[in-house]
């Protein structure tokens, strides 16, 4: 395995969180999205991460349906924040009201968190990481995670993304001056990954495809060469 790539961040240099996901300082581009959307994408777990999503996702014009454990009057301060391109609901109603449906809870709440038949055909981005132990990848067999959120969701289009990124850079570094950062795509559904990539683009990220769900996933989950690295395309590229 190499032992870096020029320009990423050690993980001596930064920070390091529950989930094994650093944060440090960034580099990188772009003003506000001019791109705008009319996706309307759901976030199921509005914590660190899915919080931070919506508010980028708002910012770069997209609506957004959240949902959490707690219930959807839990998220009312969230909702003032963001204003009227998002509202709330209970995880099910949230699924079914998405063009597009993020997965931001912790692995374990994924199996049962909804009736497979609400994500039949729905794009499902399976944002989320699987652990052993704090900073230990979970034993999943040689699987990759998002292989077995497919079974749990058959019929639903399953896209591995946006898992890699520490939440405080993902808050910032879309907008940051430079060169883009790589967020990722794997699946089996190259249509879903291009949806995916295209709201990626949106948040002023750069979209790289790292192939089939197994394959890619793996690439992409803790324990593998892309998770909690702040790359550049051309540095990700180099990984794959
Ligand atoms: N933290 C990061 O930087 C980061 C980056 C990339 C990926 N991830 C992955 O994203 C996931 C969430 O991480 P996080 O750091 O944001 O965790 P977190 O701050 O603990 O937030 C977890 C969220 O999931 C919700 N939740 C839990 N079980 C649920 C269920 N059964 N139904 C609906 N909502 C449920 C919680 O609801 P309540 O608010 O009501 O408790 C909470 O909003 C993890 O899989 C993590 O590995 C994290």
Redesign the pocket.
């Known amino acids: 395995m190499r032992t870096g790539v020029p320009g990423e961040l050690h993980p001596d240099q930064v920070g390091l969180?529950?989930?094994?996901?650093t944060?440090g300082p960034m580099s990188g581009s772009a003003g506000p999205s001019d791109r705008g959307a009319s996706m309307r994408t759901g976030v199921?777990?509005?914590?660190?991460?899915?919080?931070?999503l919506a508010r980028i996702l708002v910012a770069a014009g997209h609506e957004v349906v959240l949902?959490?454990?707690?219930?959807p009057r839990?998220l009312a301060p969230l909702l003032a924040e963001l204003g009227p391109a998002a509202t709330a609901a209970?995880?099910v109603e949230a699924a079914g009201r998405a063009d597009l449906l993020v997965?931001?809870?912790?692995?374990?709440?994924?199996r049962?968190?909804l009736p497979p038949h609400v994500v039949q055909d729905k794009v499902l981005v399976d944002?989320?990481?699987?652990?052993g132990g704090p900073g230990t990848p979970a034993d999943l067999g040689g699987r990759a995670s998002s292989e077995l959120v497919a079974e749990w969701y058959p019929g639903a289009r399953v896209v591995k993304s946006?898992?890699?990124?520490?939440?405080?850079?993902?808050a910032v570094a879309g907008k940051a001056g430079g060169e883009r950062l790589a967020h990722y795509t794997a699946g089996d559904d190259p249509k879903a990954k291009e949806i995916v990539a295209g709201i990626i683009t949106d948040l002023g990220f750069a979209a790289v495809d790292t192939g089939p769900l197994h394959s890619g996933g793996i690439l992409q989950q803790?324990g593998g060469p892309l998770f909690n690295r702040s790359l550049t395309e051309a540095q990700a590229l180099a990984w794959i």
Request: aromatic share 8%.
């Open positions: 969180d529950r989930h094994g996901l944060y199921i777990g509005t914590g660190r991460i899915g919080s931070t949902a959490n454990a707690t219930g839990s209970r995880p997965l931001m809870v912790p692995y374990a709440s994924v049962g968190l944002a989320t990481n699987a652990f946006l898992n890699t990124m520490h939440y405080e850079t993902l803790p």
